[in-house]
């Protein structure tokens, strides 16, 4: 009974919303950060929960029915995911060279196009798709996957996420594509409130109840040459908010899949501080294949899956996001040949006080160069978040203790802060790390979710990539054909399956 009432639900769902469900920008957080309105939204208010027990979901092996599109070398019997990621290239953004202006100019060549794109989805038949530069204000757009969840793509369905627009107005976003064998237990917005308007979306799921955490994510496109340090600022809040919202809902024995366009090579600072985290690469020799080629005509491997299991977490524990940005401050303060204690009296506390008020604090940033385009921009919230990890006592400024410890607190290797000062003592330095809770990502969970996702395990159940499969298939050997035009990027499809099974 209570499964033909889930199914009922869930027709009715579809009947009604067409199986596309948007989630926007939401509330601001304490310290400029930002979660979605209601920062733990269950999907379609569908929570699993039996009679007389706490417990969602337990662990266990079941055998999944035959996937189309199977990877060699898997049994049919076993249990498998196949996990995709595809930059379906937003039309407002697609330049057309030959006639001029955007691909949005031309409704018929990008109605022809995203069609194709839905045919190739429903042919690969994956359980989860991680969708980039989804054109997400387009009605147009949503009414043909609307088509196509009642046609070709009949049993998924669509969770969609604007980006937000503090720099500019933004057309676009990310989708979640989740097949029949998917069951959602959990959505989160993952806003990193910068100056590439960039976000990720999480999805706690279970595929034929085996749990597994999903995101889907596209960093910031390297416009300059300080595109890299946002991007790995980015990185880590998404790490972040994924450790606080598995140890918020006991989910750190669940493994984790994070696909997405991460706009620059595995071989770079953002793949090299993913592995420093645990996270594996699921696509193979990156030097072997490439799956964008840029407007620049650049070829390199940049939409990526990684996979964090739960027995190989032992060096998971992400950086905060503000450490890094005071470490890139005081990198820039020792080329100036500025200790601390001279920046503070000199250059941050300009009206000589004795504090740094939040006013000096913005202006000595920007005459930093950390304000405008091309460079490695904050945002004010950003700022603000700053601040107030800073701010022990909470008065609204900096004193000069305060100022010297954060950035002793920030940098993890102390020997390069030798001629930058140091904190009064030890003590200091624990009690700054025991009260600074606040960040600008935080999930903070409600106990009724958690409880209804809450697991009866008593070992983590870690999975492996068995196979990935590139589309088009050339690119798995470094080309780029030249008839393809679905999208810059390529799709890649990574079929999981238990360790051990």
């Not at 700053?386 to 954060?406: M, Q, T, V």
């Not at 996702?453 to 196979?467: C, S």
Request: glycine residues 8%; charged residues 25%.
């Amino acid at each position: 009974i209570w499964r033909m009432s889930q199914c009922a639900l869930a027709l009715l769902c579809v009947f009604c919303f067409g199986g596309f469900h948007q989630f926007s920008p939401g509330k601001q957080l304490r310290g400029g950060g930002c979660v979605s309105a209601n920062s733990q939204r269950a999907y379609m208010g569908l929570l699993p929960r039996r009679r007389g027990s706490r417990t969602g979901y337990a662990l266990q092996r079941s055998g999944s029915r035959c996937l189309m599109g199977r990877a060699a070398g898997v049994d049919s019997g076993e249990w498998t995911m196949k996990f995709s990621t595809f930059n379906v290239l937003c039309p407002p953004y697609k330049r057309m060279p030959n006639v001029g202006g955007r691909e949005s100019e031309y409704p018929e060549v990008y109605n022809s196009r995203l069609r194709r794109i839905t045919d190739l989805l429903s042919s690969i038949r994956s359980d989860v798709v991680c969708l980039q530069e989804y054109w997400i204000k387009s009605a147009e757009v949503t009414e043909m996957y609307r088509q196509a969840l009642d046609g070709s793509l009949s049993g998924y369905r669509l969770l969609g996420l604007k980006r937000t627009e503090h720099w500019s107005q933004r057309d676009d976003g990310l989708a979640f594509l989740v097949g029949p064998r998917v069951k959602v237990l959990d959505v989160q917005e993952i806003l990193f409130q910068d100056c590439g308007d960039r976000v990720a979306l999480l999805m706690f799921i279970t595929v034929d109840r085996q749990p597994v955490i999903v995101i889907n994510t596209h960093l910031l496109f390297p416009h300059s040459k300080y595109s890299t340090d946002i991007r790995l600022r980015e990185v880590r809040k998404m790490l972040c908010f994924l450790d606080t919202y598995t140890k918020d809902t006991s989910l750190e024995d669940v493994p984790v899949v994070i696909g997405g366009d991460f706009n620059g090579s595995p071989s770079g600072k953002v793949g090299s501080y993913m592995r420093s985290q645990d996270f594996k690469l699921c696509c193979g020799d990156s030097s072997c294949w490439i799956s964008h080629k840029s407007h620049r005509d650049n070829e390199l491997p940049c939409d990526l899956i990684w996979l964090l299991n739960p027995s190989k977490r032992s060096n998971f524990s992400p950086q905060d996001w503000k450490d890094g940005v005071f470490s890139e401050i005081s990198d820039v303060l020792r080329h100036r040949n500025l200790t601390l204690s001279q920046s503070f009296k000199e250059f941050f506390d300009q009206d000589s006080n004795d504090f740094v008020s939040p006013d000096e604090f913005r202006r000595a940033l920007r005459e930093l160069g950390f304000h405008g385009e091309g460079k490695p921009h904050l945002l004010d919230c950003e700022i603000d978040a700053l601040l107030e990890s800073a701010d022990i006592d909470h008065n609204g400024k900096l004193d000069y203790k305060e100022f010297i410890d954060r950035f002793w607190m920030a940098t993890e290797d102390k020997s390069l802060m030798v001629g930058l000062g140091s904190p009064m003592d030890s003590s200091d330095i624990q009690f700054l790390r025991g009260n600074e809770t606040t960040t600008i990502l935080e999930a903070a969970t409600p106990q009724s979710i958690i409880d209804a996702i809450e697991l009866e395990k008593d070992d983590g159940t870690d999975i492996e990539a068995v196979a990935t499969e590139f589309y088009p298939k050339e690119i798995e050997h470094g080309v780029w054909p030249r008839t393809y035009d679905l999208s810059d990027h390529g799709l890649l499809s990574t079929t999981f399956r238990l360790v051990g099974s």
